[in-house]
């Protein structure tokens, strides 16, 4: 009778736990609350086939343990109820896919008018680059790393010169703007991961990953890197901070551009 | 018992392995150290898992102490966490559960339960073990040579495993961790052909594979599967130590590493992890697939009630083996690779779900209606039931691409994986050792002491990862040394982190009580008998027990039946041997 | 991993083939034997060891084409010089080739009973395995001397790589082609020793077609063929 006991205390102490849990998301600040949806409907499947399995489990015991004189019953399968079954859990499977895969179709098309952001992780600090007043940013390559250009920007590039450098600093973006992230790593692999945002990807030097989002509401939020990077992995932080438009504009004018970056490298050199 | 007409003596031969082609052991050391005898081999092999494993579970506790309580060890810093959790994880995977599963389980009770003598290649066999035993060893060395063990993850993921960033990057841990890996593959691969060909050649007359116990369907799809996937790490890793080792390119793209160029040039990290989860995603199979087929075979043999849908069981294994080639990157959905693989890998990933939710209907449907005896490896194998199915319905978050964006890589990854394939295996390898202990010593396990480590074990485990989940989903990395002042940790998350930590301490005292109770039953067990569950299947019907070298004695077994004929309408006892063959209607006749 | 899938595909075939004969959708527990039956054994007449074999092979199969598979998906970056062959190449595929006709000379001579030709084959077969080596090595030399060393490059690398890789796996079936040879000269009726001659002749034809689909990729026809392919898909 234990085991029974117990098996439903299991099933029912898991279900209040899910319902009580002070431990739950973050409050979402992209549009990416499709993504929260989709998990619920994935709780709501799959809670009650936990539960249900586990009470009938739990129901078994309790009815058919062994008492003198008790034989099993002898069927050694059932067509119809496997076939049914079989049914039922496809068509649990695909509410959850189907759903998913059309939120993923959302998630890999950037709309066209996001503004680009590269984000560059090294071990283990975050640097960011911004384009600047033609709108582009320059090409870069990991080989032109340097301690006057810690990005690697291609000096040959007219379109990278007024490309906006934060070096180690906070990044900013404006609520309600499409921005797309483009993400590229000089040493090992890291992940751009900011919890309210729900959109995270790893960084893989050598090539340019992206994800896209809008943030939805303004405030400070933390980068986390969730890559394993090497020893100074969790402390690899960052800030986000997402800005109504003026406050952006007033942001973007106090930043440094790549000529005036280098500029000053010359002049301290010197 | 039934009468055999003499007749049959002219048919079946006394001894269907030539007496020559078996190796008798001739001293001490033949018989117990260079042994050749698969059931030898099966002890060895799980004797040095169980050791290596408790290394590891004592590396869980370290790390779980670190977690919960963040800076009060000062001896476990980042470098140590870091390299206690990549060996944990490393040890649990590969030369815990896929070396206790095959090399443990599958050599002691293919060649009983299909009524051979011995594997096919008892040489190949035994060497298979001490190449295990040597990847064990030079895998131990990583703890004892300077720098210490590789603190990469057990995933490796290059660059970073091969840089001076992560602890034993730049010297002999990686080194000896890769080295280890390809020595098992080596080791595996020698015992796997055994595996495989002894159910295709080894059989006894009757033994068709429709007639075979689940158990064997899972140990052999699951090597057929292992050997297949394993070459797939043997790559990387070959790969990778020429990347460290002679500074080619393979994995490793420009680097500019803490103000440094490096010399490397355009290679790929993610075609590592490519070829690393080919054979990964597989190896969760590999796992998963012998701890199905025994869990059945437990569950069938003690709820007196022959397994459910038996037909639909064996295909359900073999599919669930074919479809696990072609989900290995759903392990990658954030990884950079194109965005569009995410399609494909999330719908036949989810495709798997299928037959997998099929096996557990069948296995609570064999409940039902049963005669249900509470013993211990029943109680585990409820225990699995739930832990399965919990951790099993986690994976649809992971496996549906745009849901697990943002739980990858949290502590949601971490829970989900430990229930499903180490929770739930673990379960079923307690409730396979208590079930099969009478058949290798004589001696039934300790009841109480079983039942103390089952509760304290199954709850203790559940307690420990399924709040772990919520974390995950609160947004808490993994593989954080300390996550510190963030908006995912908040003091509640704390104190939870306690429990966890507690809870993983109080079951791997337990596992303490169970390694006892094996030492102490050897001795001071109750006297087991030939077939103390009063099992169907070929290992319980020996002559002898424990069985002696060559298992049968002068005669092979011969079937006649499916292994699950138990409570069968009108039989006299709950369960009919396999083989026992029906009563001779000419001999019937002629006794009335 | 579009060449490893499909491998597997061929693999899966041939397990589909062989499960198609195991009455897999029987019912077992309708069909129990009585007394007084003598079922059958239900293996293949094949020798065990010929079908370890063959499983063995299909494990070196897949570890080969998961390093082509691994080419493949490298080459694609343009830091890629492709590696010129050495004319020697084309010497030591020849020997190759000479030495899998003597192996398999060797195995009809076994079925012959022929011990005297069996001897000289098996011989004939050795003595080329072991030149193939040579040559191999010579090879890599005339490479490195010509300044095409291992790391200078992905393609040299690979090169390297899965040239030593066939080597060492030659290397492993000369070990059983020696044990065999010397127990065939030591005077070992043509009966005792034809199963070992047989198992040489079909891992030498095995390693074989690994080398000329290897040379056929080091010496770029591979990519031709992939490239025709994706010209014929789009």
Redesign the interface.
Known sequence: MAVVLILVLVAFASVLFHLLSPWWWTPIASNWHYIDNTIIITFWITGFVFTAVVLFVAYCVFRFRHKPGNRAHYEPENRKLEFWLATVTTIGVVAMLAPGLFVWNQFVTVPSDATEVEVVGQQWLWSYRLPGANGKLGTSETRDVSTENPLGLNKNDAAGLDDIIISGGELHVPVGKPVKMLLRSIDVLHDFYVPEFRAKMDMVPGMVTYFWFTPTRTGTFEVLCAELCGVGHPQMRGTVVVDTEADYQNWLQQQQTFTQMMAGEVQTTN | M????S??DD??PAA?VEDVELYHPHSWWTTYVFSQDAKVIAIQYSLTAISIGLVALVLSWLMRLQLGFPGYFTFID??RY?QFITMHGMIMVIYLLTALFLGGFGNYLIPLMLGARDM??PYANMLSYWLYLLAVLVLAAGFFVPGGPT???WTL?P??AI?S???G?QSGGIILMLVSLILFIIGF?MG??NY??TV????A???????MPLTIWGIFTAT?MA??AF??L??AS??ML?DLV?????FM???????T?L?H???????FQ??FW?FGHPEVYIVALPAFGIVSDLISTH????I?????M??AI?IIG?LS??VWAHHMY???MN??F??FF??TT??I??PT??K???W??T????????TIPM?FA?GF??TF??GG??G??LG????D??????MFVVAHFHMVMGVAPIMVIFGAIYHWYPKITGRMLDEIMGRIHF?VTF?GA?LIF??MH??G???A?R??????E???N?P??HD?NVFITLMALTVGAAQMLFLFNLVWSLRHGKEAGGNPWRATTLEWQTPTTPPPHGNWGKELP?????A??????GAPQ?FIPQNQ???????MENAS | MSAMLIFLAGIAVVITWWMAQQRLTSKPWLEVGNAGDAPRYDRSPIATAKIGLGVFLAVVGALFTLFISAYFMRMGVEDWWAIPIPGLLWVNTGVLMVSSIALQRAKTEAHKNQTGVMKIALLAGLVTGVVFLVGQVFAWRELTRAGYVLADNPANSFFYLITGMHGLHILGGLVALSRTTLKAWEGARPDRVRLSVELCAMYWHFMLLVWLILFALFAGWANDFVDICRQLLT
Request: charged fraction near 10%.
């Open positions: 039934v009468n055999i007409p007749s049959i048919t079946v269907e980042a470098d870091y096919v290649f603190g990469a993850g993921y660059p970073q840089l960033g992560t602890p990057g691969t796997g052909l495989v060909v295709l050649q080894g059989r007359r009757g033994m068709t594979l429709m007639r057929v050997l297949l070459p797939a043997f790559v070959v790969m020429f002679l500074g080619t390119s393979f793209p420009a680097i500019v590493e803490m103000g160029q010399q040039g355009g290679g790929s990290p993610i075609l490519h070829l080919f709820a007196r009630k022959n459910f849908g038996y037909r639909m064996v295909w073999v074919a080639f072609i954030v990884s950079g965005p569009n995410g399609f999330a719908t989810l495709i779900a299928v939710a099929i557990v209907y069948n609570v449907l409940l039902w209606r049963g005669d249900i005896h509470l109680l409820l039931i739930v199915v919990n319905l986690t649809l978050f549906n691409v745009v849901v964006v943002p739980l990858s890589d949290t509760w709850l559940y399924f709040p919520y974390l989903l609160l947004g990395p593989r954080y040394y300390e996550l510190g963030s908006a995912v908040p509640s998350a939870l011969v079937v006649y039946r499916w699950y004929d138990y409570s069968v309408p709950d063959p029906n009563p001779d209607r000419l001999s």
